[in-house]
Nanobody
């Protein structure tokens, strides 16, 4: 059974950093694109960053470019989202998602072509 488990959320002050982890089971990262999405109260879910099955392609929302970095550790079946220079507008529930092998990072992050979702982890940026 395919599962995605997020961790690493919490409360952080503006300008601080957090690293989110998405531990996967039931499949290998070599055959699935993985993405991070977020949803703030009253707003639509948005694609934050996605990484291809090969790890060779990534996509970032304009609002996080230069501040967030997505990476993967295939040996641990885990994908990370390093979030630096956090802003209050980064507050929201962050979800890990998986898509099948041939889904591009653009299709996943922009068009939300996702096949599996995690339960989410809360990130709050506040002083």
């Amino acid at each position: 059974q395919l599962q995605l488990m997020e961790s690493g959320g919490g409360l952080v002050q503006p300008g601080g950093s957090l690293r989110l982890s998405c531990a996967t089971s039931g499949f290998t990262l070599d055959y699935n694109a993985i993405g991070w999405f977020r949803q703030a109260p009253g707003k639509a879910r948005e694609g934050v960053s996605c990484i291809s099955a090969s790890g060779g392609s990534t996509n970032y929302a304009d609002s996080v470019k230069g501040r967030f970095t997505i990476s993967r550790d295939a040996a641990k079946n885990t994908v990370y989202l390093q979030m630096d220079s956090l802003k209050p507008e980064d507050t929201g529930s962050y979800y890990c998602a998986a898509a099948h092998l041939y889904t591009t990072v653009q299709a996943m992050c922009v068009s939300h072509e996702v096949d599996y979702w995690g339960q989410g982890t809360q990130v709050t940026v506040s002083s």
